[in-house]
């Protein structure tokens, strides 16, 4: 059996064979793109001693978004799933 199609008609099905094909797999890579960010680092003192309890403190300055944490034993933090322009700030 043999199909005659004009190239205009060969053309459409292979761009709609080609995008029935890829717009799933493109589809799944954009939703893995999320607009959230992570701070993570350690609090020392001017000796290098890493202060313990310290408390981190996130905000994003037009909404007033916080989220806070303490450090631990070693003087670290982190902060995840933070929005865009968060700024940090150390209180102890």
């Known amino acids: 059996m043999t199909f005659n199609l004009s190239f205009r008609r060969q053309s459409f099905v292979v761009a709609v064979i080609l995008f029935s094909t890829l717009a799933p ?3 799944r890579q954009a939703r893995g793109q999320i ?3 992570t701070i ?3 609090v020392t003192d001017a000796s290098q001693a890493a ?6 403190v996130a ?4 909404t007033n978004f916080t989220r806070d ?3 631990n034993a070693g003087g670290l933090y982190t902060i995840p799933t933070l929005p865009p322009r968060c700024a940090r700030e150390f209180l102890w």
């Open 51 to 56: 202060i313990v309890g310290a408390r981190v």
């Open 69 to 71: 944490t303490t450090t």
């Open 25 to 27: 797999v493109a589809s």
């Open 59 to 62: 905000t994003e300055q037009r």
């Open 40 to 42: 993570d680092g350690n």
């Open 35 to 37: 607009l959230q960010g």
